[in-house]
């Protein structure tokens, strides 16, 4: 059975610091996996989604990487903001026609200014 | 805009008690999804619906029901044999085809017990 684990489950930094999340995944043979913002008390919203070919994405400053291998994938994001503040949770598909997502307990992010 | 509604944003339960959440959309997604969060926790997949007029379990089915009469909603059924409801439960959709699109996610149902 996949999981996923996320680590730190809590990090904070100074504002414009650039920050690494990562996420590790038991079964390397995915779909892909996508990464998710968290505001407290609201729903998810999703910021990239690499696919099991891809090796990384990019949206503005944020960079997500894939290493199926090894069963890892981080998100880079640079020049921190305190709007960046949130929980960013990793989420894996791993197929089987049922597009069923196995979460990670999620890395608890804090800016601050 | 489109989106997914999910309403209500609260909702309290008294013991026994059936209660129904929600959920919209107007992505015109073929698929759809309910998921229960608890603090501290991943999200845990309930049910999820590839087209209308079926569903199938997830991990934690036990004590919910669905029904997907059109694609546009998936409401959720807490029934009283759920005996630990409290929680925070998701819906989100997905275009469906293949597994390469990104889940988007409404806003919510808390789900407390009175």
């Known amino acids: 059975k996949q999981e996923v684990t996320q680590i730190p489950a809590a990090l904070s930094v100074p504002e414009g610091e650039n920050l690494v999340l990562n996420c590790s995944f038991t079964d390397s043979a995915i779909y892909n996996l996508q990464w998710f913002r968290q505001d407290p008390g609201k729903g998810l919203t999703s910021l990239l989604l690499i696919q099991s070919s891809q090796r990384e994405q990019t949206s503005g400053r944020l960079n997500a990487s894939l290493d199926k291998s090894s069963g890892r994938s981080t998100l880079y994001i640079a020049a921190s903001q305190p709007g960046d503040s949130a929980t960013y949770l990793c989420a894996v598909d791993s197929g089987a026609g049922s597009y069923q997502l196995t979460f990670g307990k999620g890395t608890k992010l804090s800016v601050i200014p | 805009d489109g989106g997914i509604t999910q309403s209500p944003k609260y909702l309290f339960r008294k013991e026994g008690q059936n209660v129904t959440l929600s959920c919209e959309q107007n992505l015109n997604h073929d698929a759809m999804y309910w998921y229960r969060q608890d603090p501290g926790q991943g999200l845990r997949l309930i049910y999820y619906s590839q087209i209308v007029n079926d569903f199938q379990k997830g991990d934690i089915a036990e004590g919910y029901s669905v029904s997907r009469e059109k694609k546009e909603s998936f409401p959720l059924t807490v029934t009283s044999a759920q005996k630990n409801p409290t929680a925070f439960y998701l819906c989100?959709?997905?275009?469906?085809?293949?597994?390469?699109?990104?889940?988007?996610f409404g806003d919510g149902t808390r789900l407390s017990i009175l």
């Open positions: 989100a959709s997905s275009v469906g085809t293949g597994g390469y699109q990104p889940q988007h």
